[in-house]
């Protein structure tokens, strides 16, 4: 089983282009995976506790329970909007996350690594994280800039110091434990450095977990959250279903979350005598004129701002495409709309309205069922097989190079089409042959086309596929088998409206 998730997004506003870009580039990997032919478990969710929730509701006057509720909402729409295919969404107040939450708390205060002790220092909000007045900036917050409160409480704290050594080797037995390299080395540095225990409660908060052994804590957000990825996968009540889905095949987190992921959240897990995820792959910052999107900065651009004008799978199509996953990538509106305009509208949008054309044009839509395999058409079978090839980047999240490799089957098929001239064929009976084929490989290279953009452009591959007339869908998979280049079937295309209208761009 696959089980990949996306971080829990705190409910203190709506999802931006920043946090949807780790859920769209989890939706794409998933995809992946499940045309492959592998079962997939997909989990996203909220992270509805805190103290950063508790004040965001109480500025608009609301229970926190009530504004959680309100907001979630925005959640389930971006990602409706954006076509999103989890399998599951966790929100932190359901009662199937607060009793594991209790248990695995519990688990590790039996281990002996639970204790209580009082603390004192800056704390971040928007962070919801204590700092060392050394690892503040000019005296605020390193990430947002912000002025941090002091807090000070008597807290119950887990032993963090004690699985330094323990994590350092897990890392270096496991190379891929933490992805991209450079946040792996971030991470070995960090902890090499010596770990400090962490405060793991709240006696000033009420809206949390309370502890199981003591009600006048709250368990502290973190702990709470990170415990999401094992109450999904069924840890509490559901013994097969969590050995079918723990470890989790990668967790996916930006940078700023990283050593929550790859340092606090292992230990907490070697404590409780669970299994480590196989990986934590850390991306980087979206930017906005060079600086970090973000709610506190209200720099934000929703999904909703872009989708009007790009769709969905231009939406996508533009963030897998252009963002490395890893380094920080800048957003912007005429970027994007270039790249919309060259691959969409260009190359692969054309592609397919010349070639359903000509079908329709020549054939009235039914080409018969007849291959060539010349040097014409190696070509095309060669860009079929190097998109599949590229596909598997994927696997890696280098969705860049996967649709890279993708596009070299449309620039084969385009460059075909002008080698082969169909419409040259079409005037000469004798040819008429001739042309079957032709038009056959063409719509062959769309068939393969629709398989391989499926991951990161659903709605436009499912499109493509219903207007070439074949069952099922380009989902169904087992990858290996359904983008083999073959003979395209005896079956009636239709042309349909352009997939990727042109966008323009001076206005
Ligand atoms: O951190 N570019 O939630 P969150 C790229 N609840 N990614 C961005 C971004 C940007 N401009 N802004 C935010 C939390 N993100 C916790 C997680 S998981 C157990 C708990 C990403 O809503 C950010 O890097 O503040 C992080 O991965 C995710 O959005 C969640 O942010």
Known sequence: MIYITTPIYYPNDRPHLGTAYTTLVADAVARYWRLKGEEVWFLTGTDEHGLKIARAAEERGMTPQAWVDHIVERFHEAWDLLDISHDDFIRTTEDRHTATVQALLTAMRDAGDVY????????????????????LVDGVCPIHE?????????????????YADRLLAHI????????????RNEVVSFVEQGLEDISISRASLTW?????????HVAYVWMDALINYVSAAGYLDEPDRFAATWPAWAHLVGKDILRFHAIIWPAMLMSAGLPLPRQIASHGFLLVGGEKMSKSRANQILPGDLVPT????????????????GPDGNFSWEGMAARYNADLANDFGNLVNRTLNLAERYRDGAVPAVAADGPDEAPLREGAAAAVEALAGFEEFKTKQALEGVWRLFRAANAYLEATEPWKLAKDPAQAGRLDEVLNASLEALRVGAIV???AMPRAAETLWARLGLDGGPGDGPLAETARFGTFPAVTVTKGDPLFPRIETDE
């Not at 209580?116 to 060392?132: D, L, M």
């Not at 270096?172 to 946040?183: D, Q």
């Not at 790009?310 to 996953?325: A, T």
């Open 310 to 325: 790009f769709g969905p799978d231009g939406y996508r199509y533009h963030f897998l495409r252009d963002v490395s996953f």
């Open 172 to 183: 270096e037995a496991n190379p891929e434990f933490v992805t991209p390299e450079t946040r």
């Open 116 to 135: 209580e002790a009082r603390y004192e220092g800056p704390y971040c909000v928007s962070c919801e994280a204590y700092y060392t007045e050394d690892q």
């Open 146 to 162: 912000r002025p941090t409160e002091i807090h000070a409480e008597d807290n119950y704290f887990f032993r963090l110091s004690a």
């Open 453 to 455: 953009t499926w991951p």
């Open 208 to 216: 949390g977990v309370p502890l199981p052994w003591d009600g006048s």
